[in-house]
């Protein structure tokens, strides 16, 4: 899937310039020349972490004023990023954008969509991260300033990211779909959700101010349920969609 998603990459660059950094292990020798056919950086994994790997990639920077990240099976949907920077190229004051995401199968059918729009943006302290990482352009001096994505963290590493840059500026949203992103069960969010969300409330915890943290569990206990539910629908539903098309 990965030249799926370098394709998308390629049709982002049609309408908007940009340098492609690919994140790969050093013995990865197909996945780094099929990354050399779409003009791409390549750069070791450090093998310490997804935060430290997108850290690495962040430090090939010479010059560009945005990041956007895409997962290797993940897609870019026709003039997303072109979206997204237009918004932030319009409002100087913004320090991050961020468009709906649809959850797609294996086989790139659209399970659901998110476009919370501005609600994800009042949700995140405290409720579901709904801002998608894939689908959200940020931008990178501020990104510097928060010192890049936390090394201990793996898998709410874009929420502690997204929680500090409130404090440099706003957010853009809009409720067009600029991304897609691969929903497996045995992907690393999704397998793992019980650790997930007890990392996401963590970095939530730590946000709060002292007289409020013991009383987190109020809410984030409700939250993870939440979340919980509404990853087994997708899950069935990938999978019944799986099973009809090997009946078919």
């Not at 945005?66 to 099976?73: F, L, N």
């Not at 840059?165 to 600029?178: D, I």
Request: one cysteine or more; a positive charge; charged letters at 25%.
């Amino acid at each position: 899937m990965l030249k799926q998603t370098l394709e998308t990459v390629v049709e982002q660059r049609k309408t908007t310039g940009l340098t492609l950094v690919c994140v790969m292990p050093a013995g990865a020798h197909a996945a780094r020349a099929i990354a050399l056919e779409y003009d791409a950086i390549v750069v070791d994994d450090p093998k310490t972490g997804i935060s430290d790997a997108i850290n690495s990639g962040l430090a090939q920077r010479s010059g560009e004023s945005y990041y956007a990240w895409i997962g290797d099976d993940d897609m870019f949907r026709p003039g997303g990023l072109a979206l997204l920077k237009a918004m932030l190229d319009t409002n100087r004051s913004a320090v991050l954008a961020y468009g709906g995401c649809e959850y797609i199968d294996p086989d790139g059918r659209v399970l659901a969509t998110s476009r919370a729009g501005k609600l994800a943006e009042f949700l995140l302290p405290w409720g579901p991260d709904l801002i998608p990482h894939p689908g959200t352009m940020i931008r990178l001096d501020d990104l510097e300033k928060i010192g890049g994505f936390d090394g201990k963290l793996k898998y709410a590493m874009d929420l502690d990211a997204f929680l500090k840059l409130r404090a440099y500026g706003s957010f853009l949203s809009t409720k067009t779909s600029v991304s897609a992103f691969r929903w497996h069960p045995d992907s690393l969010t999704v397998a793992g959700r019980l650790n997930s969300s007890r990392e996401a409330e963590f970095v939530k915890r730590r946000q709060l101010p002292a007289a409020l943290k013991p009383l987190s569990p109020v809410w984030h206990l409700p939250v993870r349920w939440a979340s919980s539910v509404a990853a087994r629908r997708l899950t069935t539903r990938a999978r019944a969609l799986a099973r009809a098309g090997s009946a078919a």
